[in-house]
């Protein structure tokens, strides 16, 4: 079928009313994988190397063609063999990360109405006393923080440059830290530690739980929201095997991921609004061995 001559100029100008631009790039400099952007991993959980594989995509497209890059990589899905955890393995390797996420942002949101179940929840559950220190780790763009009232010492954590910046304009009343999540701890002292939808993005989930239980004060509560498979709607399931997620966690899992590294579980809820469970846990004396 022949071109119009109108859509033909169209397409040479770069479809100039539209504002893009297209280029041609090589599929052989665009389907070549890059082996460094991905690594092996034992279980998150139990540390255990024997798997089996239950879900694959091979070159995987991770979101544009860059002519400049690879970004294209094979996801590969496992259960562990010893405790039947669910996990992306090879992994991403830290300049892995750094390359794949470079043109999405590496910090996700929500819509608001989630930040504000989220909010009244915590302000529910928790004793929020005038003066302390509340740490969401995986901030985003501060939204959560500036739900919780003022006289608490709200600071976040994120790792994306761009958003922090966005936050801090909005909210200048919340003290905002770029940082690396898989290497976070709570050298601040806060009393509360929230991590929401964070858990499951991290390579190594017991090891930053273990961290933030060694660097916190006696009495701190850690609240951790993550997906989970069995309350996943049929729409969901995709989402829940999302190429961001590292881990998928079930609610035992989750208890025995953070239990592992020290912590006590108190207290535990489902979200119904979506597909989610949230716990508290607090210090409690030496961490457990893994």
């Known amino acids: 079928m022949s071109t119009p001559p109108d859509r033909a ?66 996801v590969r899905q496992v259960e562990c063999r010893r405790c039947g955890c669910l996990h992306m393995n090879p992994c991403y390797s830290r300049s892995g990360f750094q390359k794949l996420f470079a043109r999405s942002g590496a910090s996700y949101g929500a819509p608001m109405w989630k930040y504000r179940r989220r909010a009244d929840w915590l302000m529910q559950t928790l004793e929020l006393d005038a003066g302390m ?7 985003h763009d501060g939204r959560l923080l500036s739900l919780l009232p003022p006289e608490l ?12 910046a966005r936050a801090g304009s909005a909210h200048p009343g919340i003290r905002f830290v770029r940082g690396d999540l898989d290497a976070a701890d709570n050298t601040g002292s806060a009393q509360v530690v929230t991590l929401f939808h964070v858990l499951e993005h991290l390579r190594d989930p017991v090891g930053t739980l273990r961290r933030l239980h060694e660097t916190s004060p006696p009495g701190t509560r ?55 469970v949230r716990l508290v846990a607090q210090t409690c004396g030496p961490r457990q061995p893994r």
């Open 222 to 276: 850690l609240v951790v929201e993550v997906p989970v498979l069995g309350a996943a709607r049929d729409a969901d399931i995709n989402g829940f095997f999302s190429v961001h997620h590292l881990t998928h966690f079930t609610e035992h899992h989750l208890i025995e991921c953070v239990e592992a590294a020290g912590w006590r579980v108190t207290c535990l809820a489902r979200e119904d609004a979506y597909n989610a």
């Open 153 to 164: 010492d709200r600071v976040g954590l994120d790792v994306d440059a761009t958003v922090l």
């Open 9 to 74: 100029a169209s397409a040479q100008s770069g479809l100039a009313t539209g504002g893009l631009d297209w280029r041609t790039l090589s599929p052989q400099r665009v389907r070549t994988l890059d082996k460094t952007l991905l690594e092996d991993r034992a279980c998150p959980l139990c540390g255990c190397q024997s798997h089996r594989t239950f879900l694959t995509l091979d070159d995987f497209q991770f979101y544009t063609d860059d002519p400049s890059r690879s970004n294209r990589v094979a």
């Open 133 to 139: 220190t509340v740490m969401d780790l995986g901030c």
